[in-house]
């Protein structure tokens, strides 16, 4: 796993448009191949208000009235991992606009291990098939005339992928913006050694290779942003910038990751994004219920 999968091709500029959902610090993206109308959809997010239990689709409208209004072909929805601070809203974008969804191949190790949190039974299915691919590290795919290509990059969850397409990679939550950091690496599966690892895997992507985040949380109060690149991050990144060595980076991870508390929608995230996006099965009344598992984090 060590080596990058594919050359990276610079001259390959898609063009990518970001959409930021407040609630969760969440950025999805639209990426368009500059030569065709298709595209692909990164990270959606489907609106929840844990309160009552709410779910709402502003989010998701407003990428699909974007790629309405573009008259652009939706041809990929791409889970970069299995995300615990918002639901996916890739099922429901689908439905509306077609495409393929997909995720990392080990979301089966992701499921294996939250079915017995949740106590999902034998009837959740932990072999992937909820989404329409799984992508294996090195597997390639096409946008229009783009060829992009995934590299598992673990250590926040076991199924993180990145996704190189032309000149831009999306790291999902594996890294930050330079004065952010990285992600935590305490979640069930989790791993601070394998997390650097692939950091390292992705900041050896050539220096110019562009970097969208799926989130951004303003440190500092600073605005918000969501792009860097592989040279910015390695010069600047304050968790894991050149010159930090492995054991370095997993004590000050270990040591952080202590202090934080849990994902606000950790629950209803994982329950629903390991089954694709959807809602657990209804009752015979019809309800979907989601269930609290008591002191499992």
């Not at 709410?54 to 009235?65: P, T």
């Not at 690892?197 to 562009?210: F, G, N």
């Amino acid at each position: 796993m060590d080596a990058i999968p594919h050359a990276v091709d610079l001259s390959v500029k898609p063009e990518i448009t970001a959409f930021f959902d407040e609630g969760t610090s969440t950025v999805s993206y639209v990426v368009k191949d500059s030569d065709s109308p298709a595209c692909a959809v990164l990270d959606s997010v489907l609106d929840f208000d844990y309160a009552s239990g709410r779910i709402g689709h502003g989010s998701a409208d407003a990428i699909i009235a974007f790629i309405r209004k573009r008259q652009l072909r939706l041809e990929w929805l791409i889970e970069t991992h299995v995300h615990a601070d918002h639901l996916s809203a890739a099922p429901y974008i689908q439905e509306k606009l077609g495409g393929t969804l997909s995720i990392g191949d080990r979301v089966t190790v992701v499921q294996e291990t939250f079915g017995k949190v949740f106590n999902e039974g034998m009837q959740f299915r932990q072999d992937g098939s909820q989404f329409d691919r799984l992508f294996a590290d090195g597997d390639s795919y096409a946008i229009g005339g783009m060829t992009a290509f995934a590299m598992h990059t673990p250590g926040h969850t076991p199924a993180c992928v990145t996704h190189v397409i032309g000149d831009a990679a999306f790291v999902g939550d594996t890294l930050f913006m330079p004065d952010g950091g990285t992600a935590r690496a305490d979640f069930p599966g989790g791993d601070a050694h394998v997390l650097f690892r692939s950091i390292r895997r992705v900041l050896a992507l050539p220096s110019q290779t562009r970097l969208f985040m799926c989130h951004d949380y303003r440190p500092n109060g600073r605005e918000i942003r969501w792009e860097t690149t592989v040279a910015e991050e390695r010069d600047h990144n304050i968790h894991v910038h050149d010159g930090v060595s492995e054991e370095e980076f997993v004590a000050m991870r270990q040591a952080r990751d202590a202090t934080l508390p849990m994902p606000r929608l950790i629950i209803p995230s994982i329950q629903v994004n390991m089954r694709g996006g959807r809602l657990p099965p209804p009752d015979a009344s019809g309800r979907c219920f989601l269930k609290v598992p008591v002191n499992a984090f």
